[in-house]
């Protein structure tokens, strides 16, 4: 072969493998099918209720049925705009003589009357659910979203697989599982055995004889002191003792029984707060928590792994509520949280830990 | 010669085996996101400065941005710190003040040394809130922004927290999707797998926050610093106090859109990174604090990325000089030099971390743009090494550091 064709053959060859990489980076910058700014959430889509509303405003949509329905005590069925059916319900009762366990049935909206929606049981309603009054679930149900202008309740090992939002007060009865968020503008009351990921109310009750309104923790409106301790190692604060200031531990932290802090604490392994032991500020954890019986909490409980929390303790209170977050939550009865509690993984109801 | 040349490898081979560490933890491993969670609470009063300088082209934006945040009203206070401009933003300013009475209070710099530090400095006398959150003005948050900037604030060992940065101008010109696909990597991969690794997420000055009792106990804010963010890292580091990186806590920014200003910026960068690594690199590896090991090692590192790019281009030169005086065993180190040296690219995140965070995001046809990244690569390379050269020069003549500011692109509002 020619040394000038084949040096000019290898060059060319060379530029052309030199410039693959660059054609579809071309094609790309020729056509910006991909050059818009990166979605990010400015409408705090993160907000629980954000389903709840967007759902609601959806519904405006078949008011005036609705409200025929209701002064005529009939049904109507029809399509919303995005070609979803409807079925809109003048009296709540009327849906537990439905065939909604029918194969092939059509599973629509169902939107009922200001008289309470009885549900039958061991059904799956795969579309969302809004009610004008109460919406009261038989056993056995499976569900995608409820919205409820008044309470709602769930039958035994019911399931929801994306949202539920009570206007009165949402309760679970035992063995439920709760897949996605659960918020009420009232309160929450779970029972044993329930699971649960994001649940957001005024109070969080678990258990029949959880009183929100037991006098929980007296702490001053404002932690004013910005002290701060640290320590390298395991720490504890004895029993009965007063710690004042925010305490940072690299180890362990044991806050003994009926001990006070007034300030917040993080630990960067696990941390232990006996029983009737309180804490004024936030409580922090890198690690395991473990929280006593009739402890109390003021500000924001986060721990990196797992929360385990005993009967009797309050987390926030009811002018002042807080969040609960970890990964995993075991809660026994008889403890009540104001504000959020948030399993990222699973929470648990569980009987004793 | 050829032993510097060695160094020099190892230390580019340090840099690779740390971008693919970072990367595939951030693929693989468990998401620390501690703070994301906590969406109700007893809020804090906090203090929003939102630092100015010629900013009527975007100021009303964050301002209007702010005032519609979730955050109790009664507990927000915006400061913006219009530091010595000469436009219109002071007139734009108090508008808003007149429109939203009680929630803004600005402040008005006059005069004073130039730079972001100084002015936030001098702002500092009307704060008087724990918690501090700082916005360059060209930046836009979201409604629940505040909040979760706010949230780590609870955990007493948080100094500071940052959020990540989002091009919003991302598909204006070839320069910008590059800088898209660079914060990409740099936050969704660099910034985050620290996070998960306890090591050291960096403080980026804007979308950011700080706690006033740390800011104080680490003497304020450091005003013959180029770049207040690096060098409030590594202080509050030094100080036993964390800095969160929040990678879900996203705000849209305005990244520069011609060459000039965009090596203009990154000049400034590595001229203040390279001020704090001198600061307080041998104390922060060597010295007597609460850094732990991971954090000692990692933060050096991370001081250390602006140096990169001489070391890199030192290396280079290092290489083809053996190369030609035809020393056999070099064959297997230039290889080495040719494949980490594209691999690690010193001040920019790496192209397999900058593609990793782009599926991470979600986008699809823009990693086809990755190729494209070795132009700017090649820019920066040269830029931070021409950033290098005249801070020494400037040292040696004893030579003030200027500040300049990055230019801004959007039409002023209306």
Redesign the interface.
């Known amino acids: 072969m020619n040394p000038f064709l084949a040096v000019t053959g290898l060059i060319l060859l060379t530029s052309a493998l030199m410039v693959l990489?660059?054609v579809?980076?071309l094609?790309?910058?020729h056509?910006?099918?991909?050059?818009?700014?990166?979605s990010?959430?400015?409408?705090?889509t993160?907000?629980?209720r954000f389903f709840a509303d967007g759902f609601r405003s959806y519904m405006k949509g078949v008011e005036p049925t609705l409200r025929e329905c209701v002064s005529s005590g009939s049904h109507a069925t029809g399509t919303m705009p995005d070609g979803s059916e409807y079925l809109v319900l003048g009296r709540g009762e009327e849906a537990l003589f439905l065939p909604f366990r029918e194969r092939n049935e059509f599973k629509p909206v169902v939107i009922a009357s200001g008289s309470d929606l009885l549900l039958p049981s061991e059904t799956n309603f795969s579309k969302d659910i809004y009610s004008a009054g109460s919406v009261i679930g038989g056993t056995k149900n499976r569900y995608r979203a409820i919205l409820a202008e008044k309470e709602v309740r769930l039958g035994r090992d019911s399931s929801v697989m994306r949202w539920v939002h009570a206007v009165g007060e949402f309760s679970a009865d035992p063995a439920c599982r709760l897949y996605g968020r659960v918020s009420s503008d009232t309160g929450v009351r779970l029972s044993e055995d329930c699971s649960f990921l994001r649940l957001?109310a005024p109070y969080i009750a678990i258990g029949p004889n959880a009183d929100p309104k037991q006098e929980g923790l007296q702490v001053p409106a404002d932690v004013t002191t910005?002290q701060?301790l640290?320590h390298?190692g395991d720490f504890e604060i004895r029993a009965g003792e007063v710690f004042l200031g925010?305490?940072?531990v690299r180890g362990r932290l044991r806050i003994g029984a009926g001990a006070r802090v007034r300030?917040?604490?993080?630990s960067e392994k696990e941390l232990v707060l006996e029983s009737g032991a309180s804490v004024d500020?936030?409580l922090?954890s890198?690690s395991i928590m473990q929280i006593g019986s009739n402890c109390a909490i003021?500000?924001?409980v986060?721990a990196?792994r797992m929360v385990l929390i005993r009967n009797g303790t309050h987390c926030?209170t009811l002018e002042?509520?807080?969040?609960v977050?970890a990964p995993e939550i075991q809660i026994e009865e008889g403890v009540v949280v104001f504000?959020?509690l948030?399993a990222?993984d699973q929470g648990q109801v569980v009987a004793e830990l | 010669m050829i032993y510097v040349l060695y160094v020099i490898v190892s230390v580019i081979c340090i840099y690779t085996a740390r971008h693919y560490w970072f990367t595939l933890n951030r693929l693989f491993a468990f998401q620390r996101h501690p703070y994301i969670d906590i969406d109700t609470a007893d809020w804090p009063p906090v203090t929003v400065l939102v630092a100015a300088h010629n900013e009527e082209k975007v100021v009303a934006n964050i301002l209007s941005a702010l005032m519609t945040v979730k955050y109790p009203e009664d507990k927000m206070l915006v400061i913006p710190v219009n530091d010595r401009s000469t436009d219109r933003t002071r007139e734009i300013i108090d508008e808003f003040v007149e429109r939203f009475p009680g929630r803004i209070r600005p402040f008005h710099r006059k005069e004073g040394k130039g730079g972001k530090a100084a002015a936030l400095k001098d702002a500092m006398e009307l704060v008087e809130t724990e918690v501090i959150l700082i916005f360059d003005a060209d930046y836009i948050p979201g409604a629940g922004l505040i909040r979760q900037l706010t949230a780590p604030f609870f955990d007493p060992e948080v100094g500071g927290v940052m959020g990540r940065v989002v091009p919003m101008n991302c598909g204006t010109n070839l320069l910008t999707r590059l800088l898209d696909l660079e914060r990409s990597g740099g936050y969704q991969v660099d910034q985050q797998a620290r996070m998960n690794l306890r090591l050291v997420p960096q403080h980026g000055g804007t979308v950011a926050g700080v706690r006033l009792s740390a800011l104080r106990e680490i003497g304020g804010w450091n005003d013959t610093s180029l770049t207040e963010d690096t060098d409030l890292t590594y202080r509050l580091l030094l100080h036993g106090w964390k800095t969160v990186y929040q990678n879900r806590s996203e705000c849209y920014e305005e990244v520069p859109e011609t060459w000039p200003v965009r090596i203009k910026q990154i000049k400034r960068w590595a001229k203040g990174h390279n001020q704090a690594m001198v600061t307080y690199g041998l104390h922060l590896l060597l010295g007597k604090h609460r850094a732990s090991l991971r954090e000692r090692v990692d933060g050096t590192l991370l001081l250390g990325v602006y140096i990169m790019a001489p070391f890199t281009l030192v290396g280079w030169a290092l290489a083809l000089g053996v190369f030609y005086q035809g020393v056999a065993p070099l064959h297997g180190i230039v290889a080495i030099l040719s494949v980490t040296a594209y691999a690690a690219i010193g001040n920019l995140a790496a192209f397999f971390e900058i593609a990793a965070a782009v599926r991470l995001d979600g986008s699809r046809k823009r990693v086809c743009l990755v190729p494209f990244l070795i132009l700017g690569f090649a820019v920066s390379i040269f830029a931070v090494s021409w950033a290098a050269v005249s801070q020494v020069k400037d040292a040696l003549t004893g030579a003030e550091f200027h500040w300049d500011k990055t230019e801004r692109f959007r039409k002023a509002a209306s």
């Open positions: 990489p660059l579809p980076a094609a790309e910058l056509s910006k099918s991909d050059a818009l700014p990166l990010v959430i400015q409408q705090h993160g907000e629980i957001n910005h701060r640290f390298d925010n305490l940072v300030g917040s604490v993080k500020g936030s922090i890198a003021r500000g924001p986060i990196e926030g002042n509520h807080t969040t977050s504000g959020t948030w990222r």
